[in-house]
């Protein structure tokens, strides 16, 4: 088993999940990050005063799937959350060594 972390753009995130759902992935933790790497950052004006914005708004995706589905997931991900301009993110893969469902005490590929 594996854990994907994706790092989006947030108006690409309907997109993604629409995409996650028709491949089958069983579900995923989404949460609202700033951060900023090669993109570092921008300026804004705000009612005539200009600042600087440190961490840009992103998303962060959390997916753990079997290994057989790992790659088409990463592989949606590349397609469906790619603009082609910088700050388009980044895919992290995470070895799991076990999953545990609460309710009923399932483990391994069947708690996915």
């Known amino acids: 088993m594996k854990k994907i972390e994706a790092i989006i753009k947030p108006f ?3 997109e ?3 995409a996650m759902h028709e491949i ?3 579900g995923m933790t989404i949460s609202e990050v700033k951060g900023f790497g ?3 950052g921008h300026t804004e004006i705000y009612r005539g005063a200009e600042y600087e914005v440190d961490f840009i708004p992103k998303v962060k995706l959390e997916i753990v ?3 057989d589905m790992v790659q088409r997931v990463i592989d949606t991900l590349l397609t469906t959350a790619k603009t082609g301009k910088i700050g388009d993110g980044k895919i992290f893969l995470i070895p799991i060594e076990e999953v545990y469902r ?3 005490g399932e483990h391994g590929k069947e708690a996915i």
């Open 38 to 40: 090669r993109q570092k």
């Open 65 to 67: 799937v079997d290994d």
């Open 12 to 14: 690409k995130l309907d």
């Open 102 to 104: 609460i309710r009923t």
């Open 24 to 26: 089958r992935v069983q």
């Open 16 to 18: 993604v999940k629409e």
